[in-house]
């Protein structure tokens, strides 16, 4: 795989640096030391820092040789996640109950290999905007850090971000243009009744029969409503009611997890799912109070930014390892909001081999630091190809 070599000679840097992180997790919005380390490196590699974007999202602005006004943004998260660490290495979590499980202590470090070798070697002309965001997972990071201005201060002709993927082999990269992750929304459904002894039904409104024929009917949506080629999922993920066995209770509540590939199947199922609560509502003389929350869009790729990708990752690991045509995945994912903002392109960069496996969000989940130079290389051909020196 023809890595750049230079890039190549950082790989135990970018390890340490990403180790270090690693023994540090930080969460959604807390991310400050993380931050600093950012901010610290990119200083002392003559890159201009800009802070505190989207609260603890970090922005390095790095001009190349020339005066071209082509601009490039290249994203990378810095968060973790709230769960115990089950790994026995020197580098594991030194905070309990914190984990960088998702890898983003990775994705931190690759992007800070690459600001390091471009601020070396400069050869591109135009900017590249390296951007560090918090909170991805399910903080908003992305959403906080276009709300706080990030496009109108850090203008990009487009916006690039990456997730390493433990299910494909080391060193391969999966993309797609169009929908390539779901779109992530909740609904929380109250539904009031009239309570009663279990032994006089006729005279209770029962709120467990209507949650039960609510979940019934939301299992419809996506077998009856929802095309039959599209993608969409509807998973009643908790259903709660009653005290004791003898009592028919006054309340029971579900709540509901919604992924959807397009914006379109997103507004159909609200539509449903409000159509639905009331029919039921209506049928067994309850209330149902619900609360929908349109949570991550879904992430969906440009087809020009789409090819650019492409184009980077072939020269770095080859045709025959990337490809175009991944399944789109039903997670989801925040740079969704960078890409409503910006054109863009999201990839998936593998890591699997024999001894990183586990999926992330697992306790034994580590970042294959086999991949930094990998992602890095990608991320300074992109630059390169895109902001040609004249
Ligand atoms: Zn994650
Ligand atoms: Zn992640």
Not at 120 to 139: K, L
Request: proline content about 5%; hydrophobic content about 40%; charged content about 20%.
């Amino acid at each position: 795989m023809p890595v750049n070599n230079r890039i190549a000679e950082t790989h135990s840097e970018m390890q340490a640096w990403r180790r270090d992180l690693h023994q540090h997790p930080e969460l959604c919005f807390e991310e400050r030391r993380t931050a600093a380390i950012v901010a610290e490196k990119l200083r002392s590699w003559g890159i201009e820092v800009h802070e505190g974007i989207g609260v603890t999202g970090v922005v390095g602005v790095l001009k190349g040789q020339g005066t071209s006004p082509r601009t490039i943004g290249i994203r990378a998260d810095m968060d973790a996640l709230p769960m115990q660490e089950e790994n026995d290495f020197d580098h594991k979590s030194t905070i309990d109950g914190k984990m960088h499980a998702c890898g983003h202590d990775g994705h931190t470090a690759i992007l800070l290999g690459t600001a390091k070798y471009l601020s070396e070697t400069r050869n591109f002309d135009g900017t590249v905007h390296f951007i560090f965001q918090p909170a991805e997972e399910g903080g908003g990071g992305g959403d906080a850090m276009v709300k706080d201005g990030l496009f109108e201060r850090f203008p990009c002709d487009g916006v690039y971000g990456l997730h390493n993927q433990p299910g494909m082999p080391r060193g391969t990269f999966n993309v797609r243009t169009g929908p390539i992750m779901a779109s992530a929304d909740t609904a929380e459904m109250k539904i009031t009744g009239k309570g009663g002894h279990a032994a006089y039904p006729h005279l209770t409104n029962d709120p467990i029969a209507a949650g039960v024929q609510l979940y019934t009917a939301l299992q419809t949506i996506v077998a009856r409503n929802v095309g039959p080629v599209e993608n969409a999922v509807v998973s009643v993920t908790q259903f709660q009611a009653g005290t004791g066995i003898n009592i028919i209770p006054q309340e029971a509540k579900l709540a509901v997890s919604i992924r959807a590939m397009t914006a379109q199947i997103r507004d159909q199922i609200e539509a449903r799912v409000k159509e639905i609560c009331a029919g039921v509502a209506a049928t067994h003389g309850v209330e149902i109070d619900l609360d929908y929350q349109r949570r991550y869009p879904s992430v969906v790729n440009h087809e020009k930014e789409t090819q650019i990708v492409a184009r980077a990752a072939t020269e770095v690991v080859g045709h025959e390892n990337v490809n175009m045509e991944t399944p789109i995945r039903m997670g989801s994912e925040d740079f969704a909001f960078m890409l409503e903002a910006c054109p863009g392109c999201y990839f998936f960069l593998g890591t699997n081999d024999e001894t990183h496996f586990q999926a992330v969000h697992h306790p034994e989940f580590d970042f294959n630091d086999e991949v930094l130079s990998i992602g890095a290389s990608i991320w300074a051909r992109l630059v390169e190809q895109q902001l040609p020196r004249q």
